[in-house]
C-alpha cells in the first residue's frame, strides 16, 4: 500500500492518529531528555525526599512532577526509563520475529520441519509466557540484555504460527506453481516468493507484541527481576512509589500514566494496522 494513501486512511481514523502522536511524543521526549534541562536520573537529594510535584501545594519548581523516596526527580526519571522500556520491548520483539519468521516459513512448507516446530510451540504455548519468561530470568539472570534475550525466547511461537498460517495458505497460490514451473528453488520461493506476501502481518504482530512485553518488561521489574535498579524503568518507579502510596500519590502517577497510554496507544495503532491488512474487516468498520 502506497504511503500517501496510508496517510490518508490514518487521517480518518483519528484514535489512530492520536495514538501514534502519543508514542512519538513520549518517544521524542525520551530521545530529547538529556538536552531538556532536567536533573540527572539517579542524582539524589534527601532534603527534596518525597517533594510534591510544582503543581500541587507545596511543591517547587525544581521537580515538576515531584521527587520519590530518594529525593530524585520523577520526570528525569520517567523519561529515562521511557528509552530503557521501548528499547527492551521492541528489541525483544524484533529478536523473536528473527527467530520465529524463518521457522514459521520452514514449518509452512515443508511437512517433516512442520511436525517437528509445532510440537515445540505447543509445549511452549502450554505454559503462560509470564512462567516462561520468570524461569528464563532465572536462570540468566536480570539486566537490560538479558531481559531482551528472555522476552524474544518467551515470544518467537507467535510468529512462527502466525507465518506458518499465511504459508499454508500462500503455498498453493498461482504464482508459487509457477516459481516451481519455471525451476525456482524451494528456498527462492520461500524467501523471494512466499516471504513478501507475509512481511505485513509479522509487522503487525511486532507492533502488537511490542506492547505486551512492554507490560512483561514492567511487571519483572516491578518485581524486581527485571531492569537492575541503576537504570530507571517504570516497573520499578512504580514498585518504590508502593512503600508510599497511601500518603503520596505523586511518585506513582507519571510512571503508570506513561506506561498505559504507551500501552494503549501501541493496541490501539496496532487494531489499525491489522484493518489496513484485511479488506473485509476495513469494509466493517467503514459500514
Given amino acids: 500500500m502506497r504511503f500517501p494513501v496510508l496517510v490518508r486512511r490514518l487521517l480518518e481514523r483519528p484514535v489512530a492518529l492520536v495514538s501514534l502522536v502519543i ?63 521501548f528499547a527492551i520491548s521492541f528489541g525483544a520483539a524484533v529478536l523473536a520475529a528473527v527467530i520465529g519468521v524463518p521457522l514459521g516459513l520452514l514449518s509452512g512448507y515443508n511437512r517433516v520441519a512442520d511436525s517437528v516446530i ?14 516462561v519468561a520468570l524461569a528464563l530470568v532465572a536462570v540468566l539472570g536480570p539486566g537490560i540484555t538479558n531481559l531482551i534475550l528472555v522476552l524474544g525466547l518467551s515470544g518467537w511461537v507467535e510468529y512462527a504460527r502466525v507465518i506458518r498460517g499465511e504459508v499454508l495458505s500462500l503455498r498453493e497460490r498461482d504464482f508459487v506453481e509457477a516459481a516451481k514451473a519455471i525451476g525456482c528453488t524451494p528456498t527462492r520461493i520461500l524467501f523471494f516468493h512466499v516471504m513478501p506476501h507475509a512481511v505485513s502481518s509479522a509487522l503487525i504482530l511486532w507492533t502488537i507484541q511490542g506492547a505486551r512485553f512492554m507490560l512483561q518488561e514492567a511487571g519483572l521489574s516491578y518485581l524486581g527481576l527485571g531492569v ?33 497510554l504507551s500501552v494503549l496507544s501501541i493496541n490501539l495503532f496496532g487494531e489499525w494496522l491489522v484493518e489496513m491488512h484485511n479488506p473485509r474487516l476495513r469494509q466493517t468498520k467503514a459500514g
Wanted: hydrophobic content about 50%.
Fill in 118 to 131: 509445532m510440537r515445540v510451540v505447543d509445549v511452549q504455548l502450554s505454559f503462560p509466557s509470564i512462567i
Fill in 23 to 85: 508514542l512519538v511524543s513520549i518517544l521524542a521526549l525520551s530521545v530529547a531528555a538529556p538536552i531538556l534541562g532536567l536533573r540527572d536520573a539517579n542524582r539524589a537529594e534527601l532534603t527534596e525526599r518525597l517533594m510534591p510535584p510544582s503543581f500541587a501545594r507545596g511543591g517547587s519548581p525544581i521537580h515538576l512532577f515531584g521527587a520519590d523516596g530518594q529525593g530524585r526527580d520523577i520526570l528525569s526519571r520517567a523519561l529515562w526509563a521511557a528509552r530503557v522500556s
Fill in 228 to 260: 537492575p535498579a541503576q537504570y530507571p524503568s517504570w516497573g520499578g518507579m512504580l514498585s518504590e512509589a508502593q512503600k508510599t502510596v497511601f500518603y503520596t500519590w505523586w511518585p506513582a502517577l507519571l510512571p503508570g500514566v506513561m506506561l498505559t
